[in-house]
């Protein structure tokens, strides 16, 4: 066996070199070593997918025809592979039959050269496809540094956006008077639930790691629209008019308006996510909420999320006009509540954690 795999400088380019017949391999390597690279010599294919496990090349000189492996089929498992398929391909063979060379090219293959060889017509064709492969390697790299950069600014572009959204919510939340804690007592609690109906069959599946992680960022903003509502009518302590009712109802349709203006084109979990919250979490179990009147199953269950947890947040928190309730008695008030506001299994989970909650 002659191979050299594990000595020469890492900055000059890596030359395998695969034929059966040895006379032809150190014609080879001569050729390639006169042009200040290194060559890398394998008698098989079988031989050669060993070394390129463990020593990359730049280009690769195939012989056809050879035993237990011949060219083509080491050229198919090479441009299979997403580590390997870029690395150049030239085949060399005493075949020169169009059949033959368009076998090569259609496998993948960059070029042909036939037997025997000429110094001059290896060291250019070799030097073409190393240039043109550098040059697709910088390309790949441009790309993946602009990519670096887009998705960097998109982030923080991402990251502004929850800014301003969480400072408007943080000035609907002054304007009704909640507790300075209230926004995080809200997220740690749907996050803590989202977990827990991870444990539960029947939603095992449909609340993902993305789902926990999206809903926490996403459910403050549930009252977004609380911007648009005058603080007299959030801060009132007696009943509202009719006309108040529903000017106070409209601040879901109006918190869902503001996150769609904000929402780029491509999809947006956070987004998406906080647009069916805002929308929604004032929707009843039994069809009686508001702004659509949706039922059961048909509201989206990032909006049910919340609605429990907005709830218990509620009861537990201290209002103008009270002080605030205990965990037992929060749940306790909204067990009253099951099949009219919230899903039976839904608070069956709150029923099981409510002490981890805050």
Known sequence: MTEITETGREDLPWILIVDDVETNRFVLRNII????????????????????????????????????????????????????????????????????????????????????????????????????????????????????????????????????????????????????????????????????????PKYENKVSDSFVETIEISAPLCDLGNVSIPSEILNRKGPLSPDEQELMKTHTTVGADILRSVMDEDYNDFIQMSIEIANYHHENWDGSGYPCGLKGDDIPLSAQVVSLMSEFCALTGVRGYREAYSREEAVGIMEKEVGVKFDADLFGICKKIYRQLR
């Open 33 to 200: 070593a006169d042009m200040k690279l290194q060559p890398i010599l394998a008698e098989n294919g079988v031989q050669a997918l060993r070394i390129v496990r463990r020593r990359h090349p730049q280009l690769i000189l195939l012989d056809v025809s050879m035993p237990e492996m011949d060219g083509y089929e080491f050229c198919r498992i090479m441009k299979d592979d997403p580590n390997t398929r870029d690395i150049p391909i030239i085949f060399i063979s005493a075949f020169d039959e169009p059949s033959d060379i368009i076998k090569g090219f259609n496998l993948g293959g960059e070029d042909y050269i036939t037997k025997p060889f000429l110094q001059e017509v290896v060291q250019a064709r070799v030097g073409t496809h190393l240039r043109l492969h550098r040059a697709a390697q910088d390309l790949v790299e441009t790309n993946r540094r602009l990519q670096a950069s887009v998705n960097e600014q998109l982030l923080q572009m991402e990251m502004e956006k929850k800014r301003v959204l969480y400072a408007m919510v943080s000035v609907a939340r002054k304007n009704a008077c909640y507790e300075e804690d209230h926004m995080e007592r809200l997220q740690y609690n749907c996050k803590v639930f989202s977990r827990a109906m991870q444990l539960s």
